[in-house]
């Protein structure tokens, strides 16, 4: 038993200090790939990266960490990188000419959060057609900082009421998902879907508890008459579980504030077409610009 407070302090410095290391999302991340020549290995699976081009979405709470990782691996083989985040970057972290970086909203997506959607929306439609190789590097918080309406009749408001809704009602992540599912064009595996000629590893870091969902299944692909692996994903860091239970709302109870929600929005369009010079139809306009999707995959832990 230690007596001299000294050493304690030291002791417990060095336990927290090890902790930290095991949860540093850009060691995480760099520790994952191994390069050897134009050979990019990525965790277990391979590519050959002098036949295909690779391009990063890195999205989330950890998308600064994360994309720093991978360049420090990798980054002269990267054709480019969208970054939905938290942070600011300092321009000397990371080369601005292959990298893109959004503020994307936490909890409730902004402005920002559309505007990351379309720019990959836009790698991704170039990496469809080169065939390429797309790393996604997917943390917490990337459900809100990557985000587009399913339809032009759904505004940045809307979605930012309903995620308010979700993250105040006790739901699960599984059953919150569910449900901006239904309202966003950017979950439900729409990025895989949008980028099927492409070749895409998922790595993930969970601050989720076990058996929560922070991003769903896509692991193969049809082409033609072949089926093809699209989605090869690995969960590098998850947390145990402590989540206290929290009081559910009633399901009736937030599918009336859903409704509401989307009907009021409803009812202010049907107005914006009767006065289209209206400050509501423009706002309407500029809100809804974007469309477009966003990757779910499987989580398979790594030893």
């Known amino acids: 038993m230690m007596s001299d407070p000294s050493q304690l302090r030291r002791t417990s410095r060095q336990i927290f200090d090890a902790a930290l290391l095991a949860v540093d999302a850009r060691a995480a991340t760099r520790r994952a ?67 893109q970086h959004f503020v994307g909203g936490h909890p409730l997506p902004n402005e920002a959060s559309l505007a990351s959607a379309q720019a990959v929306f836009d790698l991704l439609d170039r990496a469809n057609l080169e065939r390429a190789v797309v790393v996604f590097l997917i943390s917490g918080g990337g459900s809100a900082m990557v985000e587009s309406p399913a339809n032009q009749m759904i505004a940045l408001a809307d979605l930012r009421e309903a995620n308010r809704l979700l993250v105040g009602c006790g739901a699960s992540i599984s059953e919150m998902n569910a449900v901006r599912r239904a309202f966003s064009a950017v979950k439900g595996g729409a990025l895989a879907r949008r980028a099927n000629q492409a070749s895409i ?29 699209v989605g090869i994903s690995y969960c590098l860091i998850t947390r145990p579980q402590s989540r206290a239970p929290r009081r559910k709302q009633s399901q009736a109870g937030l599918r009336s504030k859903l409704h509401q929600t989307f009907a009021s929005n409803r009812s202010q369009k049907a107005a914006s077409c009767c006065c289209p010079g209206s400050q509501v139809s423009a706002k309407t306009r500029e809100q809804t610009s974007s469309g477009g999707a966003f990757s779910q995959v499987a989580s398979f832990p790594v030893p």
């Open 33 to 99: 790939l191994t390069l050897n020549g134009s050979l990019l290995r990525i965790v277990d699976a391979d590519f050959d990266l002098s036949a295909a081009k690779i391009y990063v979405v890195s999205v989330g709470k950890a998308a600064v960490s994360m994309a720093l990782g991978i360049d420090d691996a990798i980054g002269a083989k990267i054709s480019g990188g969208v970054i939905s985040g938290p942070a600011q970057i300092n321009q000397a972290q990371l080369p601005i000419k292959r990298w």
């Open 201 to 229: 590893v998922t790595l993930i870091v969970s601050d989720t508890n076990p058996g929560d969902e922070i991003v769903r299944k896509t692991t193969a692909r049809a082409n033609g008459t072949h089926t093809m692996p």
